[in-house]
């Protein structure tokens, strides 16, 4: 049996202690953000965490200094702009002691890129969701909280905000000069890392989304060559040459495809085109688009600009800008299932022609199956009989089955003449039957509004064009989606690596899944070995934001003399590049330094943790000597404690220091018999 050792004053036996790593911030990193996400190593035993952040490198003064019982702290709090930090970390058991700090991380934090202004007009209301938008022509993307400060941003990737999916994936483009198709589209994540990019064969526009399956969707710009239609614009194009009789075919028309890429090969594995479900005899007459298409020699036909995908029906809907119209697609059959919107010669829109909201942007589509877009209302004085061009936040209720729908206005909001949005914007519906509604109009604002019409809440984006526009705005839980811990139960500490004791009679191996993220989320987990004791398991689980969920696996295990190597993944939902893979060693005995088949010498086995702080334990090994005497010196060579003791039968040992009295610095810990002595060294930091 180890004998445990106390020299006197000293506390009793700690548990075997192993300093988890410090995982992010990385050492040296530079963040884009300031709700901070920390995350470090599990401790054997312990059963919480000292979590320090300061401005200086020796802690004499912390910024932040929190206590969790998980691995993972997201601070909303303490940070700013253009600073300077240092972490580390201090494990805590259940003794009331604790263990030595981890050596610091530093890490530093951007410039603020974004001039937001927000104003509250209820003093009632509250926002806890973050504000994400993105601006085109200054191509950066920022995000706010209620109060207007800015807790994220893009930094120099050029990189504008496209939407979220319900998982937290982030969607945009990033700006390239020179290129051809200059607007790459992208998942990103908050370190504005590149998760997943389109192959850029295509210029792919306006919207970007991850499908159920995992692939990829989006809209891409094509071409036919059409008729100039006739009309006022008529006569300058027959000036120049053009038939322009509406009827022979002459002038390029640009459509949109809607792609679907394979989300490992890249390569096109379906696609829907304009060309083959719209008539062309179906055009914007009002709009001035045929006038633009004489100043660029190309007609831009459709303009679609916002795809939702609906996994409930297996559907897709498309809002298409210059026909004022909304689409919805079977997506197993490429099948038009009904048009929405602006009526047309075809007669192929048949619902919805008395709502006449015109030259859309953003779609959001219900549990209900309801519609939310933002109606930009550059026709609203032809179609709506407004005295000013008028935009409105717009949430349609779509009843009845597919060939037999109707539309209706089931909410709207009437922006201002001063928030006109002839571009871009969007309207998103929140929790509550609160919308927000995102123009362009006075620099780019949104506007948080309840079912009543109520202004809530406002932000003002500060941008101008033609320097700036926003782009769209949404509102998100958070900025870490995939914020998670693992934490296997009963980890010990055994030859300096983390272990598990799994038996014959009790071959389970039992794990913690705590969702730190601010999104429900869903996670898959498996469990690998050398030894193949739980060979296949998997398994998957859903887990609301903040909660958590002991999961056990029980394995087919055998008795061996030596240890299996365990691994332990975890995935949350559509972040696979999240997820977190914990190695350990299984053994099917209880750990001590008896398994220890080498032999056994006259020697300190280890010190830790070291650094310490004000507990230090200490394992050494003394063979057949009898009697033994262990010494701790300082520095400058006083003796601080000493103790005798006799052998126990293995020849192992071990010693527990209370240095709550003592000074920082080296100290010396010496264990000597009559012929024999070692000594190691052991750094105190407070």
């Given amino acids: 049996m180890k004998n445990t050792i106390i020299l006197s004053g000293f506390l009793a036996l700690c548990p075997a202690l192993l300093i988890g790593g410090l995982v992010t911030p990385e050492d040296n990193a530079a963040?884009?953000?300031?709700?901070?996400?920390?995350?470090?190593?599990?401790?054997?035993?312990?059963?919480?965490?000292?979590?320090?952040?300061?401005?200086?490198?020796?802690?004499?003064?912390?910024?932040?200094?929190?206590?969790?019982?998980?691995?993972?702290?997201?601070?909303?709090?303490?940070?700013?702009?253009d600073s300077q930090y240092y972490w580390r970390v201090q494990p805590l058991f259940s003794d009331g002691s604790s263990g030595g700090w981890t050596e610091s991380n530093s890490?530093?934090?951007?410039?603020?890129?974004?001039?937001?202004?927000?104003?509250?007009?209820?003093?009632?209301?509250?926002?806890?969701d973050i504000t994400i938008f993105g601006s085109f022509f200054n191509y950066f993307s920022a995000a706010i909280d209620g109060s207007g400060k800015e807790i994220w941003n893009s930094g120099d990737k050029n990189l504008v905000y496209y939407g979220s999916s319900i998982d937290g994936d982030r969607f945009g483009f990033y700006y390239v000069t020179g290129s051809e198709n200059q607007f790459p589209a992208v998942e990103f994540d908050v370190n504005t890392d590149y998760?997943?990019?389109?192959?850029?064969?295509?210029?792919?526009?306006?919207?970007?989304?991850?499908?159920?399956?995992?692939?990829?969707?989006?809209?891409?710009?094509?071409?036919?060559?059409?008729?100039?239609?006739?009309?006022?614009?008529?006569?300058?194009?027959?000036?120049?040459?053009?038939?322009?009789?509406?009827?022979?075919?002459?002038?390029?028309?640009?459509?949109d495809k809607i792609v679907e890429w394979d989300k490992d090969s890249k390569d096109?594995?379906?696609?829907?085109?304009?060309?083959?479900?719209?008539?062309?005899?179906?055009?914007?007459?009002?709009?001035?688009?045929w006038d633009q298409a004489f100043i660029d020699l190309q007609y831009d036909w459709t303009h679609a600009n916002a795809l939702a995908f609906s996994d409930e029906d297996s559907t897709i809907y498309l809002s298409v800008r210059h026909l004022s119209r909304i689409t919805k697609i079977d997506y197993?059959?490429?099948?038009?299932?009904?048009?929405l919107g602006h009526e047309m010669p075809s007669g192929d829109v048949t619902m919805g022609t008395d709502i006449g909201f015109s030259f859309q942007h953003g779609l959001q589509v219900l549990d209900n199956g309801n519609i939310v877009t933002f109606d930009n209302g550059n026709l609203s004085q032809i179609f709506l009989n407004t005295s000013d061009p008028t935009s409105r936040g717009l949430e349609i209720d779509i009843s009845g089955s597919s060939g037999n729908c109707t539309a209706e206005i089931a909410w709207e909001y009437n922006l201002p003449e001063n928030l006109f949005g002839f571009a871009s914007g969007n309207a998103q519906k929140l929790e509550a039957d609160k919308y927000l509604i995102t123009t362009v109009g006075d620099g780019g604002t949104s506007l948080e509004v309840d079912s009543a019409g109520n202004i809530l809440w406002e932000a003002d984006y500060n941008l101008s064009l033609p320097n700036g526009a926003i782009y769209r705005a949404n509102r998100i839980p958070g900025m870490h989606p995939s914020a998670f811990s693992v934490l296997v139960d009963d980890l010990r500490e055994y030859e300096e690596n983390p272990s598990v004791v799994v038996t014959v009679s009790n071959p389970n191996l039992s794990f913690r899944i705590v969702n730190e993220s601010r999104y429900d989320m869903n996670y898959t987990y498996s469990v690998t070995d050398v030894e193949n004791w739980f060979s296949g398991i998997s398994g998957s689980l859903s887990i609301s934001s903040g909660s958590d969920s002991m999961i056990s696996v029980t394995g087919n295990v055998a008795d061996i003399t030596s240890s299996n190597g365990i691994q332990l993944t975890v995935t949350p939902a559509n972040h696979e590049e999240d997820a977190k893979t914990t190695s350990l060693n299984g053994y099917t005995f209880p750990l001590s330094t008896e398994f220890n088949s080498s032999p056994i010498k006259f020697q300190?086995?280890?010190?830790?943790?070291?650094?310490?702080?004000?507990?230090?334990?200490?394992?050494?090994?003394?063979?057949n000597s009898d009697k033994v005497e262990?010494?701790?010196?300082d520095v400058t060579g006083r003796v601080i404690a000493t103790h005798a003791f006799n052998n126990n039968s293995s020849g192992k040992?071990?010693?527990?220091?209370?240095?709550?009295?003592?000074?920082?610095?080296?100290?010396?810990?010496?264990?000597?018999?009559?012929?024999?002595?070692?000594?190691?060294?052991?750094?105190l930091i407070k």
């Fill in 604 to 623: 300190i086995t280890r010190i830790y943790p070291n650094p310490f702080n004000a507990r230090l334990q200490i394992d050494f090994d003394i063979g």
């Fill in 630 to 633: 262990i010494a701790i010196f």
């Fill in 653 to 683: 040992n071990s010693i527990i220091l209370n240095s709550v009295n003592w000074s920082s610095g080296m100290y010396f810990v010496k264990i000597f018999s009559q012929d024999k002595t070692d000594m190691k060294k052991a750094i």
């Fill in 332 to 339: 197993s059959t490429g099948n038009v299932m009904w048009n």
């Fill in 107 to 128: 890490f530093s934090t951007g410039q603020q890129i974004s001039s937001a202004i927000t104003t509250f007009h209820n003093s009632n209301h509250s926002i806890d």
């Fill in 31 to 81: 963040i884009n953000y300031i709700h901070v996400l920390f995350e470090w190593d599990q401790v054997p035993d312990a059963e919480a965490y000292r979590i320090q952040a300061s401005n200086q490198s020796d802690f004499s003064t912390t910024v932040f200094d929190e206590t969790d019982s998980t691995l993972v702290l997201i601070d909303r709090d303490n940070f700013e702009w």
């Fill in 268 to 289: 096109v594995v379906w696609s829907w085109n304009v060309f083959d479900h719209f008539d062309m005899a179906d055009y914007d007459d009002k709009g001035g688009t």
């Fill in 195 to 255: 998760i997943w990019e389109e192959p850029n064969i295509e210029f792919v526009h306006h919207e970007f989304i991850k499908l159920p399956n995992g692939n990829y969707m989006g809209i891409v710009s094509t071409t036919q060559v059409g008729p100039i239609a006739i009309g006022s614009w008529t006569p300058q194009f027959q000036a120049h040459g053009y038939v322009a009789d509406g009827v022979t075919p002459e002038f390029i028309w640009v459509g």
